[in-house]
């Protein structure tokens, strides 16, 4: 019969083992935080400097599974929600010549290909929806880490990191002052998504 020390031994390890280990992420739905999501953006002006903004207002959906390596993920942005810090600026961008938010009143971006190597992410391929144009977009992941996240006495099991993609407005019709304003728009996603 094994020694009351052996047998404390025991129920630690297997205590380990059952809440203490690492292990892998569970395949799960997950909902975008919106206040910890959001599209940053960069643009050339006039070869000199670079007009920079966000999109402040993303909400969506993430499936993930790491182990079969596959997810979808369906990301919506309101191009009202445009913020360069000039409120002028910001008006010109949502006019025809450029968003034409008041025709098009969403920004979407749909993948279902997630690319890996070994076990990291590395970019997910799918179409982003300006203007009613869809294009072929691959963003990529720069910083992904899924863990659970306790705030007071709350935990929450989050997924979350950087995605990076440059697109060209010209494909989405966005032609006005080309030359002037760049034609190339670095995409910079900041995203948090907690499991459902």
Do not use: W
Not at 34 to 61: C, I
Not at 100 to 116: A, N, Y
Not at 146 to 156: E, L, N, P, Q
């Amino acid at each position: 019969m094994p020694s009351t020390r052996l047998r404390s031994t025991t129920i630690a390890l297997a205590a380990v083992v059952l809440i203490g280990a690492p292990c892998a992420t569970p395949a799960a739905d997950f909902a975008l935080d919106p206040f910890h999501t959001a599209v940053f953006f960069a643009v050339s002006h006039f070869d000199v400097s670079f007009v920079r903004g966000r999109f402040g207002k993303v909400a969506g959906t993430i499936s993930f599974d790491p182990e079969k390596k596959t997810g979808t993920v369906d990301m919506r942005v309101n191009p009202d929600s445009i913020d360069t810090g000039n409120a002028t600026l910001d008006q010109i961008l949502r006019s025809p010549q450029y968003l034409d938010t008041g025709q098009f009143g969403e920004v979407r971006f749909s993948g279902s290909d997630f690319v890996f190597e070994g076990d990291k992410l590395v970019a997910v391929d799918g179409t982003l929806v300006v203007r009613n144009l869809p294009r072929p977009v691959r963003l990529t992941v720069g910083r992904f880490v899924c863990k659970d996240v306790r705030a007071g006495i709350v935990t929450r099991y989050v997924c979350g990191g950087e995605l990076r993609t440059t697109i060209k407005r010209s494909d989405f019709g966005m032609t006005h002052m080309l030359g002037d304003v760049g034609d190339e728009v670095m995409l910079i996603v900041n995203v948090e998504a907690t499991r459902q």
